[in-house]
């Protein structure tokens, strides 16, 4: 009788931690649905550089709350690319209510997620860009849930975004630890991490723990994780993601060098100062 008792008050307190972040972010929201998707936001952030000014290929990997409900918990993630000269862009990225979830069209690479602003989570230019592009189309194509879809645990677009990331060498970024359903290893246990040095073991996304470089350490729980990353230095929490001071990922600036003639450094949207570790 102690022992389940014990167990019951085990259960209560761990289902309190991993809720209370998403709890009180709807709390905040006052529990409201927002807007319908058809009338929500979806304009450019103006976050990425233009692609009239700057020459140099460029791939950038974005994460926006996810609509409605779904946002108190989890991030939607997709992957913008523009080749070297090209005029624009292109938005790769998995979404639920078509046959062939995947897409790779041409489109801003910054729009609002239904009314959630992206920010810029990596940023590759250059050589290394160009790489990754020249990979991503053939990679793309061998995505193993091309006409499946969960929202949870997976798979889902962070886990497509997740499962781009780990076929290509260059590309090396940590998913956001709110990104249900980058830990949906189908019929794996064990892989290497999104963020290149490190291994993670999952059971169908339900359960799962992860070590890598940059992401640090997480324990997943029914596709909510905690977790600290000492690199970043940080902490991560259910609901709130990754509280960290630093960026672990690859963060590109613009030069000079990669300026269409003409151009300006002010009109290079994606600029960022932090350091590419």
Known sequence: MQRMKRCLI???????????????????????????????????????????????AIVQVYAARAFNWRGYFAVHTWISTKATGASHYYVHDVTGWRYNVVQSRPG???????????????????????KIIDQLGAV????????????????????????????????EVALPSHAIGKDYLGDGFVSRV????????????????????????????????????????????????????RNTNPMAKTTESELEPGGSGTAAAGQVSQKTL
């Open 10 to 56: 085990g259960f209560a307190l761990t289902l309190s931690v991993l809720l209370a972040g998403p709890l009180f972010l709807a709390a905040c929201a006052g529990f409201q649905d927002g807007d319908s998707w058809r009338t929500a936001d979806r304009s450019s952030a103006r976050i990425a550089p233009s692609p009239e000014q700057v020459k140099a």
């Open 108 to 130: 801003e690479p910054d729009r609002a997620w239904f009314g959630s602003k992206p920010t810029v989570i990596a940023d590759f230019r250059g050589e290394r860009a160009g």
């Open 140 to 171: 793309i194509g061998d995505y193993p849930y091309a006409t499946t879809y969960r929202a949870w645990p997976g798979p889902n677009s962070n886990t497509f975004v997740a499962w781009v990331i780990r076929q290509i060498p260059e590309m």
């Open 194 to 245: 999104p963020g290149g040095t490190g291994y993670q073991f999952s059971l169908g996304g339900y359960f799962g723990l992860l070590a890598g470089v940059r992401e640090g350490l997480e324990l997943n729980i029914l596709g909510l994780s905690l977790g600290v990353n000492p690199l970043g230095l940080g902490i991560k929490l259910p609901g709130f993601g990754d509280l960290a001071l």
